[in-house]
């Protein structure tokens, strides 16, 4: 059999062996997976950042990759665990909104509410679902067991509110979605919706930034600029510097950009 692929993405950290604990469920169950570890280092209980972070992410893995994605501050209450199946992909997960962009971007498939008690760990805990759960799960969907085995089909998923952009004659209004590790504060301005020949400059809090520049290198020391990020949205940057302490600034913070 093909060996196949989990992925995982949780807020557990690499301090207290929970990530080794959903690790050797899906071993037991398939010692032939491969897993691999995207990121643990999720702001605990940060839904958004987990859903962000997938959708950077899932789109570069081969074709049937299984994304197990667990960041549950809900964990053992009414809601209900998920298994999505898209044109390419697999995801499972709690359906608390974590899948929420590629509920919104990708091609979904079937979605599936997962209760089928054979594929689960017996008796699950219920502040574990990520080991009692998940994990099993998608062990046994890298086996290739079919998605329909697992439960049946859900009726509605939770879906976290992500904000538009409005554009209007002078210019694009956005605000930051998200702020990485280096401080870069990424908009949810798309580049696909900026016309570079029309830009008159960009503005978040009392900042003025002339023009996108090329790449972060771009951008003069000490001063804060603006580049296409590699997701694909306009980021508020500087040469290797924190953007958001330079600017002050952090979610939901208003960036607009002027068109001449």
Same mark, same amino acid.
Request: hydrophobic fraction near 40%; aromatic fraction near 10%.
């Given at each position: 059999?093909?060996?196949? *692929? ?73 809601? $209900? ?20 962009? *590629? ?13 089928? $008690? ?45 904000? $538009? ?7 694009? *209004? ?87």
């Amino acid at each position: 059999m093909k060996r196949s *692929i989990i992925t995982l993405t949780t807020d557990f950290g690499t301090k207290d062996g929970y990530v080794g604990a959903v690790k050797g469920v899906i071993k037991r169950i398939n010692p032939d997976a491969e897993i691999v570890d995207v990121t643990h280092e999720i702001e605990p209980f940060d839904v958004w950042g987990a859903s962000f972070a997938l959708n950077n992410f899932y789109r570069y893995f081969p074709q049937n990759t299984i994304h197990l994605v667990v960041v549950d501050p809900g964990v053992g209450s009414k809601r $209900q665990p998920l298994l999505i199946k898209s044109a390419d992909f697999l995801f499972v997960g709690p359906d608390n909104g974590v899948f929420s962009f *590629i509920l919104q971007d990708d091609e979904i498939v079937e979605i599936i509410s997962i209760s089928n $008690q054979k594929y689960l760990l017996s008796e699950p805990s219920p502040t574990f679902h990520a080991r009692d759960i998940f994990a099993p799960v998608a062990a046994y969907l890298s086996m290739g067991v079919d998605i329909r085995e697992f439960g049946a089909p859900a009726m509605e998923c939770s879906k976290l509110f992500i904000p $538009q952009t409005k554009v209007t004659k002078r210019g694009i *209004i956005g605000e930051i979605i998200h702020v990485d590790n280096f401080g870069n504060l990424t908009t949810n301005i798309e580049a696909k919706s900026i016309h570079l020949k029309s830009i008159k400059g960009i503005e978040v809090k009392r900042n003025k930034i002339s023009y996108i520049a090329k790449s972060y290198y771009d951008i003069p020391e000490e001063e804060i600029g603006a580049v296409i990020g590699s997701s694909g949205f306009l980021e508020i940057s500087t040469n290797q510097g924190n953007a958001a302490e330079f600017v002050k600034a952090d979610i939901g913070t208003k960036v607009r950009i002027n068109f001449k």
